[in-house]
């Protein structure tokens, strides 16, 4: 095979020779590593308005993610992505299970006010489920 025919260069990077001793960088080498250092990433800049502000993260706003899981697999709320409303009991279930879970998991370490939250989050959903069945 010719030169021009090969479809890679194997060129040995390593720091020392096989003796341990260190090598002398090629200059070549020095330029490439300059370029690259001075090239940074170019990423577009994120609109404000493209990502909307986040929860505070608590035990309500988990909760609360929950719950809208569970209405989206009602039915009631589009897919984000698609915009397709669609009937999915057995995920609906499943939400309302975690939360179930998460409500026993938890007992004696919710204050008032979340306990009275999981409490009315679960009544609602287990009456939709009754309603959509």
Known sequence: MSEEEKGFIIKD????????????KDSTEDKVEEKV???PKKEPPKKEAETP????VNF?????????????????????GTGEKRKDLALAKHAIDTIAML????????DDQEKRFIENILTDLRWHFVKAK
């Open 13 to 24: 990077r390593r720091s020392f020779d096989d003796k341990g001793e260190p090598k002398e």
């Open 37 to 39: 250092k001075e090239e």
């Open 53 to 56: 502000p986040l929860p505070e």
């Open 60 to 80: 309500s706003s988990l909760i609360l993610s929950l719950s809208s899981t569970a209405f989206l697999h009602f039915g009631e709320i589009p897919d984000p």
């Open 103 to 110: 409500k026993e998991k938890t007992e004696g370490n919710l």
